[in-house]
């Protein structure tokens, strides 16, 4: 099993940067696949970013440009830089893995809130 704990947001003003981070535990990171996935309130969960073990990213929509994707595999950490960061923004961001055997994400984080006031 893979524990995954997210930290790092909080309430910021438009326009500034957070990083998030999330840090799992119990299994070796290094051979799974990663990404980063949101809800905002009344919406679907939907996918920001992900992250392959050898450094291959993908990006959703329009978080390409504004939101970096990266992992520590030492640490055992996934990481997502926000900059110029929208009220849109909004949300509950979620760490996900899984192995490259599975077809889908299989372990999830609780989630950390992101609030960006106007």
């Known amino acids: 099993q893979v524990q995954l704990v997210e930290s790092g947001g909080g309430l910021v003003q438009a326009g500034d940067s957070l990083r998030l981070s999330c840090v799992a535990s119990?299994?070796?990171?290094?051979?799974?696949?990663t990404g980063w996935f949101r809800q905002a309130p009344g919406k679907e969960r939907e996918f920001v970013a992900s992250?392959?073990?050898?450094?291959?990213?993908n990006y959703g929509d329009s978080r390409k440009g504004r939101f970096t994707i990266s992992r520590d595999n030492a640490k055992n950490t996934l990481y997502l830089q926000m900059t110029s960061l929208k009220p849109e923004d909004t949300a509950v961001y979620y760490c996900?893995?899984?192995?490259?055997?599975?077809?889908?994400?299989?372990?999830w984080g609780q989630g950390t809130q992101v609030t960006i006031s106007s």
């Open positions: 996900a893995a899984t192995p490259a055997s599975s077809i889908t994400y299989t372990y």
């Open positions: 119990g299994r070796t990171f290094s051979n799974f696949r």
């Open positions: 992250i392959t073990s050898s450094g291959g990213t």
